[in-house]
């Protein structure tokens, strides 16, 4: 079968597109034939190679992938050959101290389908039948391999980390990606006046039409000082950041006194420079969150599946073609999700 694949750590001509031995279901696992799979910014950051990431290389990438089962391994129950399933990629060892109390985000042995083993972005995918959700019949591949790893980050991020209620301020940075445009959608969801700052116009444009009440340029504006401004100077209650560095001490200062900051992601540096007289007078919390119990996902992605959420596709692309995929990511171009679809099953 054809697979993407990583021969190394590196720029984007380390991806490759090409033949693999068929896998074979252990007993545990579900066969599952693959129709579309979803790039996420982690694809990028093990491509790129992370500290302590030790891979063996031909390494196949990929953390989202949706399709129909062909065969089950003999302890299999909750699947059968012809259901509609999507991955979810977080794999805890449900032994430890934090997977025992219910916790298994938390697990010492975290690790994710694609990033530390092999991942999902092939023809034909062996998974554990825990690192699968059911898919209703109808909903549409790309909506279905999109969804879970941004709408369960996310889900688990704003309503059980961060505690959302109705009627609070939420700002969430980075709202054409990935996990900010399923924040939008979740924030606005939960009954919360929602500001989104996305670096283009057409970029503000979605974030208004997926539930942004306001929308910032934060190419143009200092996105803390529009939202004081916006606020009549109190701040938001919560801000959702993902992009790091670059953002951090504007996402303290746009925080109203005993606002949360939610983060999940540093895509420009995990190092910002933080004002602890900020955090302490004002009172703040700094709440970090990391993917989501199976659980937690298959609640998420119940509505996407009801229509209460979308998945917007930036782009559709042969799985041959995911360099391209990751220059879209890298570049910042388009808004939502991009999808790869295996090159003999692509139409577009
Ligand atoms: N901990 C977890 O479980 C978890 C799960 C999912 C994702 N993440 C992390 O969360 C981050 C986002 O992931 P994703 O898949 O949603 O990525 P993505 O789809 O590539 O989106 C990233 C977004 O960040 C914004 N951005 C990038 N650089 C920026 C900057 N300098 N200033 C302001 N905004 C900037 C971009 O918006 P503009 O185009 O408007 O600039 C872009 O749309 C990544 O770092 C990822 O590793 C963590
Ligand atoms: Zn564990």
């Not at 997926?210 to 200092?222: K, L, M, N, Q, S």
């Not at 609640?299 to 799985?319: H, K, N, Y």
Request: proline letters at 5%; aromatic letters at 6%.
């Amino acid at each position: 079968m054809q697979a993407v694949q990583l021969t190394d750590h590196g720029g984007r001509e380390v991806l490759t597109y090409g033949e693999v031995p068929d896998p074979e279901p252990d007993a545990d696992e579900v066969l599952v034939d693959v129709r579309a799979g979803a790039l996420n910014h982690l694809d990028v950051w093990t491509r790129r190679g992370l500290p302590g990431l030790d891979l063996d290389f031909p390494h196949i990438p990929g953390s989202d992938a949706a399709g129909v089962v062909t065969a089950v391994g003999s302890e299999v129950t909750r699947f059968e050959p012809g259901d509609h399933v999507t991955v979810w990629a977080g794999v805890s060892c449900g032994s430890c101290e934090f997977c025992r109390r219910g916790e298994p985000t938390l697990c010492v042995d975290y690790h994710v389908l694609g990033e530390h083993v092999p991942g999902v972005h092939a023809e034909q995918i062996a998974v554990p039948e825990d690192n699968l959700l059911p898919v209703p019949e109808g909903v549409d591949w790309s909506t279905a391999a999109a969804a879970p790893l941004v709408f369960g980050t996310a889900w688990r991020m704003l309503i059980e980390r961060g505690d959302l209620s109705a009627g609070e301020s939420v700002l969430v940075l980075g709202a054409s990606g990935g996990v900010g445009h399923a924040a939008v959608q979740i924030a606005a969801h939960a009954g919360c006046e929602v500001f989104a700052t996305a670096g283009t116009a057409e970029k503000r444009a979605y974030a208004a039409e997926i539930g942004a009440d306001h929308t910032i340029d934060y190419t143009e504006d200092d996105f803390a000082r529009a939202v004081r401004a916006e606020t009549g100077e109190r701040g938001v209650d919560v801000v959702v950041d993902h992009v790091g560095a670059d953002t951090w001490d504007d996402s303290l200062r746009a925080l109203a006194r005993g606002g949360r900051v939610l983060t999940c992601g540093a895509t420009t540096g995990g190092r910002p420079q933080t004002n602890l007289d900020r955090i302490f007078w004002s009172q703040l919390s700094v709440i970090g969150s990391t993917m989501a119990a199976p659980g937690t996902a298959e609640r998420a992605c119940q509505s996407v599946w009801d229509g209460t959420f979308e998945v917007r596709i930036r782009e559709t692309l042969p799985m041959s073609r995911v360099a391209r995929g990751h220059e879209l990511l890298e570049g910042r171009e388009g808004f939502g999700k991009v999808v790869v679809v295996p090159d003999g099953a692509y139409d577009g």
